[in-house]
């Protein structure tokens, strides 16, 4: 497969949410991966993060599964695994075991709250992670309750993304010391660090708890999304002040004096009902037309039908059909080594691949669960 991180290797302990997108990025760029999943599972063509992929079908519990996963590891280049803190040691898979079969080996871990601190064996999901991290509280409108933003900040950009990030930076100072290690990527972490700004804008006085109030949470008049009188919605963000005045210019309030001081965060309110009362105006389509491709920093807010077919999504290649999937196609773009489209979903030939990597197979005996087999099944909280 083509792409910057051709000729990687990279072992998958399948699981849900963050782990699969970060070994999708992987996948993505090129990378082989391989993906270890309990026997029976089927994956649906409509699950991308899948996609890119080799399987393995594995009982982690049986005869010999340790070892069988310990010989891939030792072709491997980085490990990926999402289950709770302890459960890859009881498998006797834990970085102990892995790093003396391979030293090099970038073990990552994709957890909620990180392999330790006090709530680090408790269940949990995305929303739970980001409320610990001030993020959830900043979402929402003025006087409402905090609203779950998807699973967006704590599971994919604060999770996934922050794991890929850290093991491409394990792998760059193993180039020097020839050394792995383990990457302890917590999604309470990520989304306390994708808030980095709001913490130092609160911290300068610029940035308050009250939520719906601020600049960019939907308190600010010139920063938010409309209705339009056909009942779809528009999105403006015009902060810079020479965005502001095209904005105002092409809405025909450019002599409307009451929007003048634009950053007099107490005339907010009002404008914001000005603004409204503006937008419903005019139909979504006929705001486009009028304001769509200027500095005017103005975009009509999509649904999951019209996002694909956007010219400038069309333009780009941003969206891909795959086997009558449609999906996001691999990011970022690269001058020289572009990656392709992966195939839709993952394919059963993990063993073919990890016998190209020159790892010894190891025949594995399953064996049924039990009452003492059950506590070290793998248990995802993500």
Not at 93 to 117: D, F, I, K, S
Not at 291 to 319: I, K
Not at 345 to 366: C, F, I, K, N, S
Request: with cysteine.
């Amino acid at each position: 497969m083509a792409g910057p991180l051709q000729g990687l290797r990279v072992i998958e302990m399948a699981g849900i949410g963050p782990g699969p997108f970060c070994a999708m990025l992987f996948a993505d760029m090129g990378a082989e991966v391989v993906r270890i999943e309990r026997p029976g599972t089927r994956t649906a063509s409509c699950d991308i993060l899948a996609r890119g992929r080799s399987t393995l079908q594995l009982d982690l519990r049986a005869e010999g599964a340790a070892e069988a996963v310990l010989a891939a590891i030792a072709k491997a280049d980085v490990l990926i695994e999402g289950f709770r803190p302890g459960v890859m040691e009881r498998l006797g898979l834990g970085p102990a075991e892995c790093h003396a079969r391979n030293p090099r080996l970038v073990y990552g871990r994709m957890t909620g709250w990180g392999q330790h601190g006090p709530l680090a064996h408790a269940a949990g999901h995305d929303i739970n992670y980001i409320a610990i991290s001030g993020a959830l509280h900043a979402i929402g409108r003025a006087g409402e309750p905090p609203v779950p933003p998807l699973n967006y900040v704590g599971d994919f950009g604060g999770g996934a993304m922050l794991l890929a990030f850290g093991i491409l930076a394990a792998l760059h100072e193993a180039k020097g010391s020839g050394q792995g290690q383990v990457v302890d990527a917590a999604m309470t972490d990520g989304a306390a660090l994708l808030s980095s700004m709001m913490y130092g804008f609160k911290s300068a006085g610029m940035w308050s708890n009250q939520r719906g109030e601020n600049m960019l949470d939907g308190g600010a008049h010139f920063y938010d999304t409309y209705a339009c009188a056909d009942g779809k919605y528009v999105a403006v963000g015009a902060i810079e002040p020479q965005f502001y005045a095209l904005l105002r210019e092409r809405c025909g309030i450019a002599d409307d004096t009451a929007f003048d001081a634009q950053m007099d965060a107490d005339r907010w309110p009002l404008l914001k009902l000005r603004m409204a009362d503006l937008f419903r105006t005019r139909t979504r389509d006929e705001w486009c037309v009028l304001l769509e491709g200027s500095d005017a920093c103005f975009a009509p807010v999509l649904d999951w039908d019209e996002a694909p077919a956007h010219p400038h999504n069309v333009a780009r290649g941003t969206f891909a059909n795959v086997g009558g999937v449609v999906q996001p196609a691999p990011a970022p773009r690269f001058s020289r080594t572009a990656p392709v489209m992966p195939p839709a979903t993952a394919h059963d030939d993990g063993e073919a691949m990890l016998r190209r990597w020159g790892a010894a197979t190891v025949p594995v005996v399953p064996i049924a669960p039990t009452a003492s087999t059950a506590s070290i099944a793998p248990t995802v909280a993500g």
